[in-house]
């Protein structure tokens, strides 16, 4: 059981430099996630997908973007990183609205330089 | 606003003895609750939730957390402590309004001494 799989898993940018984190499931799962996790600060959502097709902004969205084009996959594009993005970067998934849990990746720990 | 709070950065306990890790939420309505568990290098895993019902839910490795609505409190709570439960833990919230996201609280680390 794969579950939620996110690559890569390390990721160095310089400033200014773009790239795209992929999350995929194999849960079938319609609705899925991606946070932000920074010390003291717990997990915040960027963006989220509640099916194929569409996507909506969560709480600090700027500076992202992202795509559900199929839906087994999530991805969320930095077009131009900043150090700010310096962080650890999870994807997760849920059946319908999520009142059973979330299954979440193993995470991407993204430093930007 | 809805919010989730984790008062204790940090939790240490004896191996062997009662541990409790504190939440308490502010949500308009009946909320969901949730607590999951991430160990070093990890996701997030989920370990119990409550919808309705038992104001007492068990769930994963032996944790169990009490919903208490007067105080909207939901602590997680487990009687005898492994040093394998050391962890970051999160409580987390969703409301009934459709918003499809979860608040979370912002971890409580548990130390488990042997």
């Known amino acids: 059981n794969a579950g939620v799989t996110q690559t890569p898993k390390f990721r160095v940018l310089k400033t200014g430099q773009s790239m795209t984190l992929l999350c995929a499931q194999d849960m079938n799962h319609e609705y899925m996630y991606w946070y932000r996790q920074d010390p003291g600060m717990g997990l915040r959502l960027i963006h989220y997908s509640v099916g194929e097709g569409t996507t909506a902004k969560g709480e600090v969205p700027d500076g992202y973007n992202v795509s559900r084009l199929k839906k087994q996959n999530f991805l969320l594009g930095l077009e131009s990183a900043a150090p700010s993005q310096t962080s650890v970067y999870f994807c997760?998934?849920?059946?319908?609205?999520?009142?059973?849990?979330?299954?979440f990746g193993s995470g991407t720990r993204l430093t930007v330089v | 606003a809805q919010s989730v709070a984790q008062p204790e950065d940090q939790v240490n306990v004896a191996e062997g003895n009662p541990l409790t890790v504190k939440c308490t939420y502010s949500v308009s309505g009946n909320p969901y609750l949730f607590w999951y568990v991430q160990y070093p290098n990890r996701g997030l895993q989920f370990l119990l939730k409550?919808?309705?019902?038992?104001?007492l839910v068990k769930g994963s490795y032996g944790f169990e957390a009490e919903f208490n609505k007067s105080q909207t409190s939901f602590h997680l709570k487990k009687p005898s402590a492994l040093v394998s439960d050391s962890a970051l833990y999160f409580c987390a919230v969703r409301d009934r309004s459709g918003t499809y996201k979860y608040i979370f609280g912002t971890g409580t680390r548990l130390k488990v001494l042997a």
């Open positions: 997760a998934s849920s059946y319908s609205e999520g009142a059973r849990g979330y299954t």
């Open positions: 409550y919808i309705t019902g038992d104001n």
